[in-house]
């Protein structure tokens, strides 16, 4: 069983774009169907967003981000943008700051993000 299901709260193709920013690395590999990036999210995501609808990530954790490009492929998303170092970037993302992200470019860590499509 999945925490938070996110086919309990959305239709099929109700959504037209996913953010997951900062989650949850679950570090552990015997966690890691946990992680909001893995196969069993992955194939939830690809049924409540609309076809060509983005999910967009940020993270500063770089298993994580190799976790979820990973996961994006395999399921058969398509990348659109990708960096290790978003605010080297002139990406759209950067622009927009989050809590998490501005505590960690402050800190010096890199932000990693990513852009990715649904393809059926």
Known sequence: ?????????FDKD???????NFSDPWPKD???KRRLTSAGYMDRYKNIL????PIEIKTDNE????FSVESLKSAGFEILEMTEDLHSTDFNARRV???YEAKFSQEGRKIRYLKAITVR
């Open 1 to 9: 069983q999945y925490m938070n299901d996110p086919g309990e709260w």
């Open 14 to 20: 109700e959504i037209s774009g996913l953010y997951l």
């Open 30 to 32: 015997r966690h890691s």
């Open 50 to 53: 609309k076809p060509g609808s």
């Open 63 to 66: 298993d994580l981000f190799e």
């Open 97 to 99: 700051m989050t809590e």
